[in-house]
T-cell receptor
Framework: NAGVMQNPRHLVRRRGQEARLRCSPM?????VYWYRQLPEEGLKFMVY????????ESGMPKERFSAEFPKEGPSILRIQQVVRGDSAAYFC???????????????FGPGTRLTVL | AQTVTQSQPEMSVQEAETVTLSCTYD???????LFWYKQPPSRQMILVIR??????QNATENRFSVNFQKAAKSFSLKISDSQLGDTAMYFC??????????????????FGKGTKLTVNP
């Protein structure tokens, strides 16, 4: 069973460009979480999505950042007009449906390292 | 809002010895989970150990064990017989136990800033 997949692993963008980060959850998982890790910091929650729904976006910056998890295909974290401060590692995690009950288990992908020049 | 504090930015230990990493947290929740994650140089986040707040017994996973003090809001990680492969960043994390949702899922993780552990040969 393949784990959580993220691509690209490394992404370089110039200021003002757009960055698209993709996350494919583990097979059968329908819940996706995005976290950002700034240099020398812990991970910080950004957004939680289910298929076609944003459940919690309390950690997402209000401007330039958006996320989606369509019915088909991977979850996408999109950053428009990137700035140097967006340089960070972006991690995706997924959790299983768990039969309607809450689960505490999140499985992490390897992360995407975004560098803004 | 919950906060997680790791007061030791860096630690080192000799191979085969024991080391304890500290973590404190602040919450008004009564039901929650606590975790230790390991992040080696590959940057992959690896779950080391988890603890449910309602359980008084401390969790153990092979060489890894925790000292969970709910009243003091403390959750330290002990690594016994340290190995070179234990060299990594270690993050303490908190997750509240939210209300039941019909579609499952989990709550967000709140992480500390991490402790860089180096195991010396």
């Amino acid at each position: 069973n393949a784990g959580v997949m993220q691509n690209p692993r490394h992404l370089v963008r110039r200021r003002g460009q757009e960055a698209r980060l993709r996350c494919s959850p583990m097979k059968g998982h329908s819940h996706v979480y995005w976290y950002r890790q700034l240099p020398e910091e812990g991970l910080k929650f950004m957004v939680y999505l289910q298929k076609e729904n944003i459940i919690d976006e309390s950690g997402m910056p209000k401007e330039r950042f958006s996320a989606e998890f369509p019915k088909e295909g991977p979850s996408i974290l999109r950053i428009q007009q990137v700035v140097r401060g967006d340089s960070a590692a972006y991690f995706c995690a997924s959790s299983p449906p768990s039969g309607g009950f809450l689960t505490d288990t999140q499985y992490f992908g390897p992360g995407t390292r975004l560098t803004v020049l | 809002a919950q906060t997680v504090t790791q007061s030791q930015p860096e630690m080192s230990v000799q191979e085969a010895e024991t080391v304890t990493l500290s973590c404190t947290y602040d919450t008004s929740e009564n039901n929650y989970y606590l975790f230790w994650y390991k992040q080696p140089p590959s940057r992959q986040m690896i779950l080391v150990i988890r603890q449910e707040a309602y359980k008084q017994q401390n969790a153990t996973e092979n060489r890894f064990s925790v000292n969970f003090q709910k009243a003091a809001k403390s959750f330290s990680l002990k690594i016994s017989d340290s190995q070179l492969g234990d060299t990594a960043m270690y993050f303490c994390a908190f997750m509240k136990q939210g209300p039941r949702r019909g579609q499952g899922g989990s709550e967000k993780l709140v992480f500390g800033k991490g402790t860089k552990l180096t195991v010396n040969p």
